[in-house]
């Protein structure tokens, strides 16, 4: 589907714009306000689980303890984390920008059925993902041990911090950013560099490499193009959430570098890092990534081109939001 820019609402809302600003300057502060957060929220949160009286209490909620208070911490870290980015994408809208909150508005049309198809795509995706690498004999999976799982309770507060991080970045990258681009520089430089800007913020973590920082590109062409067609991003937003809750707490791997602790439900091994399974930095600097992302855009491509005919166009201009 090749959607104009009057027929999609990511990219109407440029439309209303007062403020023109340099696109490397805006892609900077994408960066900035997803990276600042992140880093200043961790004294903050030692603080705020140090003072909670709740050690005992938290504890009561799971037979498997020593879980729990992790999954909550990593729960309070990311609704503390997104709660600021969220406040400084808000004033540079509305008082820089002077936009309101244009950006930000996701159409209730279909919404909760949009949202929820994202989650069991990034379910499924990552577990092909999975499923790839261990036919690949380079890794080994098993059910997680007591002291490793956590039970219900811990991954469910995974969930509900990952359920909080990942609209908070594909608000940023493909609700702002994308939009905030496209209106002035067309669709396909838009998404190369919002996706960059995406994919440069994580040029902190741990063990990231050039094919780390390619697959993440990849991964924000994905999104882009996904948020495009649907003219929203609430698919994007549930793909993001289970994407990484799936690779985290369900098979225990890291998380563009990352190893978070708060329970899992299987332990999924490498035997040996290769360039298929990405070593410590986690599947995202692998091959096996680089071919079901590159894959995932090239269905995206095929789809929107067999549906790009003026009925289809004209019925999608005609959604209520």
């Known amino acids: 589907m090749q959607t104009s820019c009057s027929n999609n609402d990511i990219i109407k809302v440029e439309k209303k714009a007062t403020f023109y600003t340099w696109w490397l300057l805006i892609s900077l502060l994408a960066t900035l306000f997803t990276l600042l957060p992140v880093y200043s929220s961790i004294p903050l949160i030692y603080k705020l689980l140090r003072d909670l009286p709740a050690g005992e209490a938290i504890a009561n909620l799971s037979h498997r303890p020593e879980t729990i208070p992790a999954a909550l911490g990593f729960t309070l870290y990311w609704l503390i984390a997104s709660c600021s980015t969220f406040l400084m994408l808000w004033i540079w809208v509305c008082i820089v920008e002077r936009r309101g909150l244009w950006p930000f508005r996701l159409p209730r049309w279909q919404a909760l059925r949009t949202y929820l198809q994202g989650l069991l795509l990034g379910v499924v995706l990552m577990s092909v993902i999975v499923c790839i690498l261990l036919s690949s004999s380079t890794a080994t999976l098993q059910l997680a041990g007591s002291a490793e799982g956590g039970g219900v309770v811990a991954l469910l507060f995974t969930l509900l911090g990952w ?56 991964f924000g062409v994905l999104c882009a193009l996904c948020a495009l067609a649907d003219g929203n991003i609430w698919r994007v937003a549930g793909l993001h959430t289970t994407w990484n809750w799936m690779q985290g707490h369900i098979f225990a791997l890291p998380v563009s570098g990352v190893q978070y602790h708060g329970g899992n439900l299987f332990l999924f091994q490498n035997t040996y890092a290769t360039l298929l399974n990405g070593g410590e930095f986690g599947p995202e600097g692998g091959l096996v990534v680089t071919l079901v992302l590159v894959l995932g855009i090239s269905l995206i491509c095929l789809r929107q081109q067999a549906l790009a005919t003026p009925e289809f166009l004209a019925k999608r201009a005609t959604q209520p939001l």
């Open 163 to 218: 359920m909080v991080q990942g609209p908070k970045e594909e608000i940023v990258y493909r609700g702002w950013l994308l939009s905030r681009l496209t209106g002035r520089y067309g669709r396909w430089f838009s998404i190369l560099m919002s996706s960059l800007a995406f994919a440069l913020a994580h040029i902190l973590n741990p063990h990231v490499n050039l094919l780390a920082l390619f697959n993440l590109t990849l």
